[in-house]
T-cell receptor, first 114, second 113 residues
Framework: AQSVTQPDIHITVSEGASLELRCNYS??????LFWYVQSPGQGLQLLLK??????LVQGIKGFEAEFKRSQSSFNLRKPSVHWSDAAEYFC????????????FGKGTTLSVSS | EAGVTQFPSHSVIEKGQTVTLRCDPI?????LYWYRRVMGKEIKFLLH????????ESGMPNNRFLAERTGGTYSTLKVQPAELEDSGVYFC???????????FGPGTRLTVL
């Protein structure tokens, strides 16, 4: 079955330190890949997406993600975390073209320590 | 441009009662999706409208859930009668007809006591 795995439920990072959130998917072909963020009291905001082309994609708020086909991964990175990055992060995939449901990972909660 | 809006933001009801959630998509977005996140679990797809037609309702948990999108604009999701396991956050998302990227609303937190 198609699935998305975010192996880390909760991560704590010091402010200013780098961050990497992991995401793996299970599917035979390359899906459409997304990272969303949900800050407390807010809805899901799209950070970045990968459809094709350059495997390193840039998003908002200084985030980037790299698609690695050989590892079926789409890890999210940020070189220097800010306290405002504390939130829950969701990796999601769509396995077909427009008009299909997103499949989400369980989410990773990021805490930022000072 | 206004984003996806959902109403109410929170709802607390007793088991056996009825609740109706509303979603207003971004204007012009023909695709409308409902998702649900039960505590501790992943966000799961419920159903998908294209304009006023149900395209995929494979994620609807049972017949206590009824979704409508009359006129192809806003959508409602009714739960009747509500059960304890229906508690969670219900998200709505929309997208233009031929686009993959979905835009999400803030969600409705439903608590069934």
């Amino acid at each position: 079955a198609q699935s998305v795995t975010q192996p880390d439920i909760h991560i704590t990072v010091s402010e200013g330190a780098s961050l990497e959130l992991r995401c793996n998917y299970s599917y035979g072909a390359t899906p459409y890949l997304f990272w969303y963020v949900q800050s407390p009291g807010q809805g899901l905001q799209l950070l970045l997406k990968y459809f094709s082309g350059d495997t390193l994609v840039q998003g908002i708020k200084g985030f980037e993600a790299e698609f690695k086909r050989s590892q079926s991964s789409f890890n999210l990175r940020k070189p220097s975390v800010h306290w405002s990055d504390a939130a829950e992060y969701f990796c999601a995939v769509a396995f077909n073209q427009a008009g299909t449901a997103l499949i989400f990972g369980k989410g990773t909660t990021l805490s930022v320590s000072s | 441009e206004a984003g996806v809006t959902q109403f109410p933001s929170h709802s607390v009801i007793e088991k056996g009662q009825t609740v109706t959630l509303r979603c207003d998509p971004i204007s012009g977005h023909d695709n409308l999706y409902w998702y649900r996140r039960v505590m501790g679990k992943e966000i799961k797809f419920l159903l998908h409208f294209v304009k006023e037609s149900k395209q995929d309702e494979s994620g609807m948990p049972n017949n206590r859930f009824l979704a409508e999108r009359t006129g192809g604009t806003y959508s409602t999701l009714k739960v009747q009668p509500a059960e304890l396991e229906d508690s969670g956050v219900y998200f709505c998302a929309s997208s233009p007809l031929l686009k993959v990227e979905q835009f999400f609303g803030p969600g409705t937190r439903l608590t069934v006591l």
